[in-house]
Nanobody
Framework: QVQLVESGGGLVQPGGSLRLSCAASGSIFSINAMGWYRQAPGKQRELVAAITSGGSTNYADSVKGRFTISRDNAKNTVYLQMNSLKPEDTAVYYC????????????WGQGTQVTVSS
């Protein structure tokens, strides 16, 4: 089992910045990749950014150039630095961890609310 706990969400003005953190615990040796998803009311959950165990990253087109995903292996923590925030970034952000090989397992954090509003 893997447990994920997000933090860092809140209310920010357009153009502002936030840094989300996701701390992993449990069977962290099994994690192959981690990422951030978000879900706004009435919309499906979408991948925002991901980082593999090898360090490669992937971003949604809507956040490229504004968001940066990173990890601190010593702290078993992944971060999402969000700059130049827009109202359309408003959503619940969820940390995700992918584990396993042939049989894939997905673990999710509880979610943290990000609201971008003036």
């Amino acid at each position: 089992q893997v447990q994920l706990v997000e933090s860092g969400g809140g209310l920010v003005q357009p153009g502002g910045s936030l840094r989300l953190s996701c701390a992993a615990s449990g069977s962290i040796f099994s994690i192959n990749a981690m990422g951030w998803y978000r879900q706004a009311p009435g919309k499906q959950r979408e991948l925002v950014a991901a980082i593999t165990s090898g360090g490669s990253t992937n971003y949604a087109d809507s956040v490229k150039g504004r968001f940066t995903i990173s990890r601190d292996n010593a702290k078993n923590t992944v971060y999402l630095q969000m700059n130049s925030l827009k109202p359309e970034d408003t959503a619940v952000y969820y940390c995700n961890a992918v584990a396993g090989g042939k049989l894939r397992y997905d673990y999710w954090g509880q979610g943290t609310q990000v609201t971008v509003s003036s």
